[in-house]
């Protein structure tokens, strides 16, 4: 005895190329695969204030062209004010060509007579690129203290320039972990 042949299809085939829980359901990835966030800040007041609040991971985001020119600046921007520091501890100390000193006075920073030789002295001591004429002398305690000073807050300064600038080319740490150096 023949029937017509009748196909039936089991609960648990899937014709269709959505999932059989949650199918209704598709979640965005927080990140996408290039690395880029899908998450979006909105209806936040004073957003431009929140650069402010993580200042390192701003500078790490920031584009090269920024980072050059505001870690220049900041570089001239210290040798400047250490230099108009310097100027003052010269005329404090009545250095200047301008105030006459004896013949026996011995200046706190010897051939600083101008704001443009405090500013030179400045950035021959921040960068260490070492002294000429221009150097410290042991008869004025205070130039001793600003100059360690000056080199403890220049070394503070470029570590983290530094730690900035070295973010960038360092694999991440998955990546690592994929290739088996972690």
């Not at 017509?4 to 990140?31: E, F």
């Not at 921007?77 to 250095?95: E, K, S």
Request: aromatic share 14%; proline share 4%.
């Amino acid at each position: 005895m023949t029937s017509a042949t009748k196909v039936y299809y089991s609960q648990t085939t899937q014709t269709d190329s959505r999932p059989l829980i949650g199918a209704g359901l598709r979640r965005r990835r927080v990140m996408t695969k290039d690395g880029r966030s899908n998450v979006r800040m909105e209806h936040i007041a004073d957003k431009r204030f929140l650069y402010l609040k993580d200042l390192w991971t701003t500078f790490i985001d920031m584009q090269w062209r920024y980072k050059l020119v505001l870690f220049s600046a900041t570089f001239a921007g210290t040798w400047f004010a250490f230099g108009v520091v310097w100027y003052l501890v010269a005329v404090m100390h009545g250095d200047l060509l301008e105030f006459a000193p004896p013949a026996n006075h011995t200046p706190c920073v010897m051939q600083v007579h101008t704001l443009t030789g405090a500013f030179l002295f400045s950035l021959e001591s921040q960068t260490t690129i070492g002294y000429g004429f221009r150097y410290i002398s042991e008869e004025c305690p205070l130039a001793i203290v600003l100059l360690i000073t000056q080199l403890v807050l220049t070394t503070i300064l470029e570590i983290f320039i530094t730690g900035t600038f070295l973010r960038w080319p360092s694999p991440s740490l998955t990546s690592l972990r994929c290739e088996g150096w972690l």
